[in-house]
């Protein structure tokens, strides 16, 4: 055999057919790519334009300032927003200390088997559908008891931990294993290395998911359903009672006849959008600034 039948097996363009037919993939593939990603802008696009078009109309001042409508008159979602805000407040109080221990435990201290089966659960507990969770508490606490503006903030705080833990757990075993190294040499004890050097290094992302748990569960509407909703067309903090949130709120006013209600339920969800965009915003600038500063130093 001739030397220039010899083909270099190590070389792609030996083959012109199958280089030809390569770049066809990647063009094609690429091209679904860019389409799909379209599509999904202009979907989200679709639904932010109807939710302006349909409820920017209806935004003031007193749609801020004042609570519910009664008899008639034209109301705000100022109850509304007190209410989601005591609730979220206390959910993420409840929350997020304990699923930032569980992420320290599964990164820091769990051995193989005891780290894969807690992340199994977290994963599990994740995908539970957030109704399941409102008749949880609705059967644990609720009934015999009434609706507490607590229990809302228990089930969605049960929604909060696996969301914060699992994303602790992940930015955690991204810090460099040397940090550690390091700092055990010295004679520092594994908790004190952990609270000075592993959280402070991963502080950004972990606030990050915090961010992004909080702006998910804002939107629940299935646990407050049955745990906080039914209430009083006033603005209340008292905690111990039902207190109007929100997303019930939409809920409610889009079941309403009332082309007024519908309306005002049109504007409650730009409110909410909003509300998500901004946490989602926060969440970005500070993964972004806390990547600056480990690359500036």
């Given at each position: 055999?001739?030397s220039?039948?010899?083909?270099?097996?190590?070389?792609?363009?030996?083959?012109?057919?199958?280089?030809g037919?390569?770049?066809?993939?990647?063009?094609?593939?690429?091209f679904?790519?860019?389409?799909?990603?379209?599509?999904a802008?202009a979907?989200?696009?679709?639904?932010?334009?109807?939710?302006?078009?349909?409820?920017l109309?209806?935004?003031?001042?007193?749609?801020?300032?004042?609570?519910?409508?009664?008899?008639?008159?034209?109301?705000?979602?100022?109850d509304?927003?007190?209410?989601?805000?005591?609730?979220?407040?206390?959910?993420?109080?409840?929350?997020?200390?304990i699923a930032?221990?569980?992420?320290?435990?599964?990164?820091?201290?769990?051995?193989?088997?005891?780290?894969?089966?807690?992340?199994?659960?977290?994963?599990?507990?994740?995908g539970?559908?957030?109704?399941?969770?409102?008749?949880?508490?609705?059967?644990?606490?609720?009934?015999?008891?009434?609706?507490?503006?607590?229990?809302?903030?228990?089930?969605l705080?049960?929604?909060?931990?696996?969301?914060?833990?699992?994303?602790?757990?992940e930015?955690l075993?991204?810090?460099?294993r040397?940090?550690?190294?390091?700092?055990?040499?010295?004679?520092?004890?594994?908790?004190?290395?952990?609270?000075?050097?592993?959280?402070?290094?991963?502080i950004?992302?972990i606030?990050?998911?915090?961010?992004i748990?909080?702006?998910?569960?804002?939107?629940?509407?299935?646990p407050?359903l049955f745990?906080?909703?039914?209430?009083?067309?006033?603005?209340?903090?008292?905690?111990?009672?039902?207190?109007?949130?929100?997303?019930?709120?939409?809920?409610?006013l889009?079941?309403?006849?009332?082309?007024?209600?519908?309306?005002?339920?049109?504007?409650?969800?730009l409110?909410?959008?909003?509300?998500?965009?901004v946490?989602?915003?926060?969440?970005?600038?500070?993964?972004?600034?806390?990547?600056?500063?480990?690359?500036?130093?």
């Open positions: 055999m001739s220039a039948q010899i083909t270099d097996p190590y070389d792609i363009t030996a083959s012109s057919n199958n280089l037919r390569r770049r066809r993939i990647q063009k094609l593939v690429s679904v790519a860019i389409l799909s990603a379209a599509l802008v979907l989200l696009a679709l639904v932010l334009g109807t939710v302006l078009f349909k409820g109309s209806q935004i003031d001042t007193a749609f801020f300032t004042k609570p519910a409508a009664l008899f008639g008159e034209k109301g705000g979602i100022a509304a927003l007190i209410g989601s805000a005591l609730i979220v407040g206390m959910a993420m109080i409840m929350a997020v200390p930032i221990l569980v992420a320290i435990y599964i990164a820091e201290y769990a051995g193989p088997k005891a780290a894969s089966f807690f992340r199994v659960m977290l994963d599990v507990l994740n539970v559908p957030a109704i399941i969770v409102g008749i949880f508490i609705y059967g644990l606490l609720v009934v015999g008891k009434g609706q507490s503006a607590i229990y809302g903030a228990m089930a705080a049960i929604l909060m931990i696996p969301m914060v833990a699992r994303a602790t757990q930015i075993e991204l810090v460099p040397h940090l550690r190294e390091a700092s055990l040499a010295l004679g520092v004890p594994r908790w004190r290395t952990v609270y000075s050097i592993v959280l402070p290094t991963a950004g992302g606030l990050t998911g915090v961010v748990a909080v702006a998910r569960v804002a939107g629940e509407t299935a407050l745990t906080s909703s039914i209430t009083q067309n006033q603005i209340s903090f008292d905690i111990h009672n039902a207190l109007p949130t929100l997303p019930v709120r939409i809920f409610t889009s079941e309403s006849p009332s082309p007024d209600d519908q309306a005002a339920a049109w504007a409650a969800a409110v909410l959008i909003a509300f998500v965009l946490m989602n915003i926060v969440a970005k600038v500070i993964a972004n600034r806390k990547r600056r500063s480990l690359e500036g130093g």
